[in-house]
T-cell receptor, first 113, second 113 residues
Framework: NAGVTQTPKFRVLKTGQSMTLLCAQD?????MYWYRQDPGMGLRLIHY???????AKGEVPDGYNVSRLKKQNFLLGLESAAPSQTSVYFC????????????FGPGTRLLVL | GQQLNQSPQSMFIQEGEDVSMNCTSS?????WLWYKQEPGEGPVLLIA?????ELTSNGRLTAQFGITRKDSFLNISASIPSDVGIYFC?????????????FGGGTRVLVKP
């Protein structure tokens, strides 16, 4: 099992460019999450999904969109990148809700110039 | 929204020392979690606490769920160089929408020069 994988590992964008971050999990988990991590602020939830075809907003959803077309994949999109979106992005998954452990991917470091 | 205050923000350890860090919240949680993050990796779950007053160990790590349900602490005994990393606390409400975690800002553990 690879667990949770993320691509790419690192990306540099110019302001206004778009990109998609891909998260994949091979644990048959129902729930998937996208977080961003900024210095001194821990991880903040951007969007999450409780199952294939469903998505919901987290704590800091503005400027991001997500899709969960397949159970194993959760995509995070930036339509028009801004410098404030420079961050490290982590994907996580859990078997389901109700306190189930979340397993994290290795992260994607994004720099927006 | 809920805030988690984690302290200290950073600490230096010397091999063999016991170290402690804690997390406090403005409101209660049903579950407290402690994660460790190493450079270039995602957070990995160390200990999960599900009941007020609970004291749980994982090797040299011991964590407690505060009796008020608004705090938790993590203790590392006989620290070793590989304990270096960032430790995050996270709180969770039972049946929170999307299994949402609220993270503290992290405690960065470094080795004394």
């Amino acid at each position: 099992n690879a667990g949770v994988t993320q691509t790419p590992k690192f990306r540099v964008l110019k302001t206004g460019q778009s990109m998609t971050l891909l998260c994949a999990q091979d644990m048959n988990h129902e729930y998937m999450y996208w977080y961003r991590q900024d210095p001194g602020m821990g991880l903040r939830l951007i969007h999450y999904s409780v199952g294939e075809g469903t998505t919901a907003k987290g704590e800091v959803p503005d400027g991001y969109n997500v899709s969960r077309l397949k159970k194993q994949n959760f995509l995070l999109g930036l339509e028009s990148a801004a410098p404030s979106q420079t961050s490290v992005y982590f994907c996580a998954s859990s078997l389901r809700g109700g306190g189930e452990t979340q397993y994290f991917g290795p992260g994607t470091r994004l720099l927006v110039l | 929204g809920q805030q988690l205050n984690q302290s200290p923000q950073s600490m230096f350890i010397q091999e063999g020392e016991d170290v402690s860090m804690n997390c406090t919240s403005s409101s209660i949680f049903n579950t407290w979690l402690w994660y460790k993050q190493e450079p270039g990796e995602g957070p990995v779950l160390l200990i999960a606490l599900y009941k007020a007053g609970e004291l749980t160990s994982n090797g040299r790590l011991t964590a407690q769920f505060g009796i008020t349900r608004k705090d938790s602490f993590l203790n590392i005994s006989a620290s070793i160089p590989s304990d270096v990393g960032i430790y995050f606390c996270a709180g969770q409400l039972f049946k929170a929408a999307g299994n949402k975690l609220t993270f503290g800002g992290g405690t960065r553990v470094l080795v004394k020069p």
